[in-house]
């Protein structure tokens, strides 16, 4: 071979050489966080961000955690309350060129300990650019007493970083910077539906309320849907949040009007609630029939493809009474606000009019939590009666209807949520539960598959209490409590609340002891009482079921009906977890990687053959 021949080549692998280093560069930060399904910015500046997949198949999330800093890096799966004591936590970091990872445990404000069983699996952790980005998975559930599951519902994810890097892994400085925030890893939208071409916008936003000096505000207003020449369906409801009001909007309900008998001189009425001023006709349309509804930490909410919220037709709403509820803890002076729901909709209507049902406990003064409770339940029910009579012609083939999605909404000392889901007696898989309830994050949860609810079925929404000195009463207020789930569905059907009252059992109790209402008088309180309070609830077999419909009117003869309380005969069997789960190996090659790593060797000998 010539000496041109032999430099010729010894370019060409040189190029090669340069070209795959530029390739593992270039790939590096802008692979790792993209092709991911989900997102969410852990810090208000963004420093922070995450990003992951679910694979429900292998029971497997793997995520992809980008943080502005050269130094280390740190994720955990905390308990629940987003407190670094008790979580599962990975640190890493870059260091002289070689990465640095481990699956550890906090037991306390301390450097988290090393897990003797590594359940993270690493795929690439990289610096560049001022950035750390780490990309590693695990399954669900890692059957380590040191790692803490993944489950659905709320998951309050911690982080934390530092600028420089650790001089051992046993030698890692405290952070700079750490936080913690609320998201759904397993029950978010995945896909967000694009907007067609011919979607417009209408909005329902306060103008400008003047907020006043106390803790909990409720304020409501009048609004009309656009007049329309035939049916367009919602495809998205976007919350619109005054900037600097974030907290302090706790949450924005709309109530449909029966317009037929609602007098236009109400139509621009606006007050606060309980005001002796608000007219009769706007007071019946706050509460019978929720057509929308937004909690705080919630983000915008989108249709199914198949689905949309009809307007524009006979039967859709006309007027609507929007219902603000302000959460003011410092009882500051001088707020305004303009907040509210904007409505995106189509005249490319879709298969299924969607419609919203509420479940629970119906918001009374009946409903008692006592002091000094760890985890105190209460149950709301939707009973058979109210099932078989609301979905009386449905559109769907064999009845009933589908929940495509649902959100769980209790107040201060709720900690967990469910809504089960019984058939004849037999307990099926639940509809939604949240076991790390946030006051501040209540958000729609899209469950992977629709559930299917027949006429005759009954659902139970239930709610679990911390309360401390002081017993809670159901009520409106923010520091008292609530118990519903809201969930939506399609085909639209003949009812909108499906709620009851323990009233009987509370009734039974307040008679054997006092003639005061216990809550409205906290220091008559005595913990000899909760005894008998939880035995008359567990005994009492009579409740209150209240059944609407879209229209606010009780459903025949359900508008205060005495019936048995619901009875569970066959329990749901719970799915057997740590059963053949292998845990996952740090010395497992990531596909990732090894297919890098396979195509660029491949690169290289075709460069020099």
């Not at 970091?93 to 897990?115: E, L, N």
């Not at 409801?237 to 005054?242: K, S």
């Not at 409770?373 to 029910?381: A, D, I, K």
Request: proline letters at 6%.
């Amino acid at each position: 071979m010539s000496a041109f021949c032999q430099m010729q080549k010894i370019t060409k692998v040189s190029a090669c050489c340069l070209l795959i280093f530029v390739c593992l560069a270039k790939s590096s930060i802008i692979d790792l966080t993209s092709g991911h399904s989900f997102f969410a910015a852990l810090d208000e500046s963004q420093k922070v961000k995450l990003y992951w997949n679910v694979d429900t198949a292998k029971k497997e999330i793997s995520f992809t955690v980008e943080a502005q800093t050269t130094g280390w890096v740190g994720f955990g799966i905390s308990t629940g309350q987003g407190k670094m004591q008790g979580a599962d936590i990975v640190i890493g970091w870059v260091k002289d060129g070689k990465t640095y990872f481990k699956d550890r445990h906090a037991t306390g404000y301390s450097t988290p300990k090393i897990d003797s069983q590594q359940d993270y699996v690493l795929i690439a952790l990289q610096e560049e650019s001022g950035k750390t980005v780490m990309k590693f998975k695990r399954k669900f559930e890692t059957c380590d007493t040191d790692d803490n599951s993944i489950k659905e519902g709320t998951t309050k994810v911690i982080y934390a970083m530092h600028p420089e890097d650790p001089e051992s892994e046993d030698n890692i400085p405290m952070h700079t910077i750490r936080g913690a925030r609320s998201v759904f890893l397993l029950n978010a939208i995945k896909d967000v539906p694009k907007l067609p071409a011919d979607a417009k916008t209408f909005s329902f936003l306060m103008n400008k309320t003047q907020l006043p000096p106390k803790r909990t505000t409720y304020y409501y207003r009048v609004f009309q849907f656009p007049t329309l020449p035939e049916r367009r369906d919602v495809i998205r409801i976007e919350p619109v949040i005054q900037e600097g009001n974030e907290g302090i909007v706790h949450h924005i309900l709309l109530y449909q009007c029966d317009h037929n008998n609602f007098p236009s001189s109400n139509l621009s009425y606006e007050g606060v609630g309980n005001s002796p001023d608000m007219p009769p006709a706007v007071k019946s349309c706050t509460g019978p029939s929720t057509i929308a509804a937004w909690a705080i930490g919630g983000e915008t909410f989108y249709f199914p493809e198949h689905v949309g919220f009809s307007i524009g037709t006979n039967d859709s709403p006309k007027i609507v009474v929007m219902e603000m509820h302000y959460d003011n803890p410092l009882q500051k002076t001088g707020i305004l606000d303009s907040s509210g729901l904007r409505f995106h909709y189509t005249s490319q209507v879709r298969e299924y009019q969607a419609g919203i049902l509420t479940v629970g406990w119906l918001v009374s003064k009946n409903m008692i939590i006592p002091p000094h409770q760890e985890s105190w339940e209460t149950q709301g029910y939707c009973v058979e009666d109210c099932t078989k009579e609301g979905m009386k012609g449905s559109s769907l083939s064999g009845g009933g209807i589908k929940i495509f999605a649902s959100a769980l909404h209790t107040h201060l000392a709720g900690h967990a949520a469910y809504t089960k889901h019984v058939r004849d007696g037999v307990e099926l898989p639940e509809i939604i539960r949240d076991d790390n309830y946030d006051f501040n994050f209540q958000e729609f949860q899209i469950p992977a598959e629709e559930t299917t609810v027949m006429p005759g079925d009954t659902l139970i929404t239930g709610c679990k209490y911390h309360t401390k000195d002081h017993p809670k009463s159901g009520g409106l207020g923010t520091t008292e409590e609530m118990c519903l789930s809201f969930h939506y569905y399609y085909p639209k059907i003949n009812l909108s609340n499906c709620l009851s009252c323990q009233c009987p059992a509370v009734q039974n109790w307040y008679q054997s002891h006092y003639s005061q209402h216990p809550a409205k008088n906290n220091s008559l309180w005595n913990d000899k009482w909760t005894p008998g309070l939880r035995a008359s609830y567990r005994d009492t077999n009579a409740i209150n079921a209240h059944c609407s419909g879209v229209d606010g009117k009780d459903l025949p003869g359900l508008g205060w009906k005495v019936v048995d309380k619901p009875k569970i005969d066959t329990p749901l069997k719970p799915e057997p977890v740590c059963q053949d789960v292998p845990s996952s190996s740090p010395n497992k090659l990531a596909s990732y990687s090894l297919g890098l790593v396979t195509i660029l060797f491949a690169v290289l000998l075709s460069c020099i053959y």
